[in-house]
Structures are given as structure tokens and as C-alpha cells.
């Protein structure tokens, strides 16, 4: 592109331009610093309130007679929680999915396979409905023992089609869980 202005005139144009870019940057900059200062002033603000709330409860703390009343309070507090420990739901819950089946794998061990797991919650307990094979009928047994003497397990249920074959037995359990307690 060939510019048609006289030398000085390109000059000037020139200088303009340049001053221009000075001043947008220059504006910027001042900007920049002014929103930085009001971002620390806040914060500063900010640290000070903290500050004075936590000399406050220093000061609170260190009155005695504040102190019973916390003490009260607090303890009043645990006792209403201790009440009402019956009315939590999480506390007698079923025992869950993923502990019963750690429980039913380390049962099963080399001479059972699980090849399938149905999970049913109903209020306080839940049943399960497993299949699977078995190498022997000795292992099935054994599994079906264990289970029963687990205390998390109130009924284990194994029909007599299971026991028929000697090895390699297809076999179907009904367990109900019993309900826990947590202490």
C-alpha cells in the first residue's frame, strides 16, 4: 500500500498513533493497579473481621461462666443425640451390598464358583439369591456351614435338588441378612 501524505504529514500520523498506544496502555496499567489495590483492601478487611470474631471467642472462652454454660449446653446436646440414636436409620440398617459379597467371596474359596448374586432391601433386612457351581458336594457343604455360623446371615436356605449330583453341582441359595447394629 503506498501512502499519498506528505513526509510530515506521515510523521505526525505516525507520532499520533504511537501516543495513542501509549495512553490505552498507560489507562491499563492504572487499571490494573487500582483493581489490585481494591482486591487487597478486601482481603485485608476480610483478615481483620476474622481477626476480631476470633478474639472475641478467646475472650468468650476465657469467661467462666461461659464456659459452664458450653459445657452444659454441650452435654445436654449428647444426651438428646444419645436418645434419639434409635430413630437414625443408618444406625440399623441391612448389612450392604458390598460387605455381603467380600463375606460370600471369601467363603467360597477355590472349590465354589459364584456366577451370579440378586440383591433385595426390604426395611431392616435384605435377601440374596445366589447361584453358582460347585466342584464338589463337600464344599458346597462347607460354604453352606460357614455361612449359616456367620452371625450377619439370620437364614441360609439350600434346597435338597442342590445336594443330588456329587460333582460339579449347580446350586441355588436363599440368604436372608440379619439386621446390625452399629455401636
Known amino acids: 500500500m503506498i501512502n499519498l501524505l506528505p ?3 506521515i ?6 498513533h504511537r501516543q495513542k498506544q501509549w495512553i490505552v496502555a498507560a489507562y ?12 487487597v483492601a478486601l482481603s485485608y478487611w476480610l483478615l481483620v473481621q476474622e481477626r476480631e470474631r476470633l478474639m472475641n471467642e478467646l475472650a468468650a472462652a476465657s469467661n467462666p461462666s461461659e464456659q459452664a454454660e458450653y459445657r452444659e449446653l454441650n452435654q445436654t446436646l449428647r444426651q438428646a ?9 443408618e444406625e440399623h440398617a441391612p448389612m450392604g451390598l458390598p460387605a455381603t459379597v467380600d463375606k460370600l467371596d471369601a467363603y467360597a474359596g ?9 440383591y433385595q432391601a426390604r ?6 439369591a445366589i447361584r453358582g457351581e460347585a466342584s464338589t458336594r463337600a464344599g458346597l457343604l462347607t460354604f453352606i456351614d460357614e455361612l449359616k ?10 434346597p435338597l435338588s442342590n445336594l443330588i449330583q456329587d460333582k460339579n453341582l449347580n446350586y441355588v441359595l436363599q440368604i436372608e441378612t ?4 452399629k455401636s
Request: glycine share 2%; net charge negative; no cysteine.
Open 149 to 158: 455360623s456367620d452371625e450377619s446371615f439370620a437364614v441360609v436356605d439350600s
Open 28 to 39: 491499563f496499567l492504572l487499571s490494573l493497579i487500582i483493581i489490585s489495590a481494591m482486591i
Open 81 to 89: 443425640i444419645d436418645q434419639l440414636a434409635i430413630l437414625r436409620p
Open 7 to 9: 513526509p510530515e504529514n
Open 110 to 118: 477355590a472349590n465354589l464358583d459364584i456366577s451370579s448374586v440378586s
Open 178 to 181: 440379619a439386621t446390625t447394629t
Open 11 to 16: 510523521k505526525s500520523n505516525l507520532r499520533t
Open 123 to 128: 426395611g431392616l433386612t435384605s435377601s440374596l
